[in-house]
Each structure stands twice: as C-alpha cells, then as structure tokens.
C-alpha cells in the first residue's frame, strides 16, 4: 500500500543556538519518557547541551530540528544514530517537543523525512527503529511506513519503577522503494 503523507514539515541541522529548545523539550520527563535513556535518564542544562552539540559527528548521527513549513516554527527533534557506513545501516528517533503539535499527525510526516534522508541521501541498505511497547503512537506510525517488527526485548527499559518492553523493527530499501512507487 502507497504512504501518502503531508509536506508540512522540513528537517534542518540542529545548530548550538538550539540549545534552549531541546533542555526544555528533554527535561519533560512526560514527553521523554518513552525515549532513549540517554534522553529521559539525566537532567540536561544548558552547557552540557552544548557540549552535546558541538560532539555531534555526522560520519556517526545526522540530528535534525523539525520544522513547520509555513512558520518556520521548530516543534521537534529527529534523527539517524548508529550510522555505520560500511554495513550502510542507521537507526532512526523522532520526538515532537511542543506538546501542542502533537497527534496532528506530524509523527508519520517525520519518518518519512527521516526515510527520504537515510535511503535517498545517504543511500543506507537498510534502516531500524524500535518502540516501547505503551507507545502505541509510534508503533503505529513505523508499521504504516512499512516498518516490520523483528522482535521483542522484554524487560528492556524501566519506566517509573515499572519494567516494559522494547519492540524492534526494520525496513530495507527494497520494501521502501516498493512501498514508494
Ligand atoms: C509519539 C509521537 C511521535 C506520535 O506522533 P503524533 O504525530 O503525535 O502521532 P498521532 O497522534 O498523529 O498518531 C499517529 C498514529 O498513531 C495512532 N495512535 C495514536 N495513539 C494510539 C493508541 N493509543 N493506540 C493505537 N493507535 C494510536 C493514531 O491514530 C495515528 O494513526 P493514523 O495515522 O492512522 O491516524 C509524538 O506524540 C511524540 O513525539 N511523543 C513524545 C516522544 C516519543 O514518544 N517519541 C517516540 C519515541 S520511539
């Protein structure tokens, strides 16, 4: 089935003026809870951000700002980490910060931006992702863009005292470009 999605949003390199946007995004624990806990397990400020973002190394992660079209309005963060070149393999994660732009759909139209990016621009053999498994929205916006579930790691995060599974997906070029035509 074809993905037919919006063109709302555009992705552009965080820069270090971002700073400010991505402590408040990452210190709402509420909104993080279900991401890496590189994100939700640490009180970020605004020094250790900006060390953050002057050690970004895009051989290894592509980090982007998502932004609304018509405002220029930044209302989240996304990207492609574990970027290992020789196997042509990454791993995407998306986050909508502004609680307000949330279930508009916006999440779907960030993935495929991601997508675009990793198998047109970087021309990568393959992409995953992976999803606690309370984060109903996400699991639904990766199976949509053709993503396939490959398995479970149970137990994986512990999220308020309360241990959860992770659920793990794929996606190769080939599916993407056959769900592309
Ligand atoms: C999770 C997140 C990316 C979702 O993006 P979004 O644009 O707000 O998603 P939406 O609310 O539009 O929902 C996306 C899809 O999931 C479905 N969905 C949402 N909640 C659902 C639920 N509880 N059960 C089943 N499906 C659900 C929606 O119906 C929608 O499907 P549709 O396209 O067929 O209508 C966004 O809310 C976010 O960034 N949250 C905080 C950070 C986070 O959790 N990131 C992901 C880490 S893997």
């Known amino acids: 089935m074809k993905w037919n999605v919006e063109k709302r949003l555009f992705l552009r390199e965080v820069r270090l003026a971002d700073a400010p946007l991505l402590v408040r995004w990452f210190n709402d624990h509420n909104n993080v809870r279900y991401m890496s806990p590189i994100i939700r397990g640490k ?10 973002i002057r050690s970004i190394d895009p051989e ?13 309005k930044p209302i989240g963060h996304a990207g492609i980490d574990d970027l290992f ?3 042509k393999r990454g791993e995407i994660f998306f986050l909508i910060g502004e609680k307000d732009e949330q279930g508009k759909g916006y999440g779907k139209e960030i993935v495929s931006l991601l997508l675009e990016q990793a198998f047109g621009k970087l ?3 393959s992409v995953s992702a992976s999803a606690v498994l309370e ?10 863009a053709g993503f396939r579930k490959i398995g479970v790691r149970r137990d994986y995060n512990r999220i308020n005292g309360k241990y959860v599974n992770e659920v793990l997906f794929d996606l190769l070029v080939t599916e993407y470009l056959k769900k592309k035509k």
């Open 135 to 144: 984060n109903k929205a996400s699991i639904a916006i990766l199976k949509k």
């Open 85 to 87: 070149r020789l196997d």
């Open 123 to 125: 021309k990568l053999h």
């Open 60 to 72: 290894y992660e592509q980090l982007f700002i998502v932004c609304r079209r018509k405002t220029q």
């Open 43 to 52: 009180r970020h400020t605004l020094p250790s951000m900006k060390t953050e």
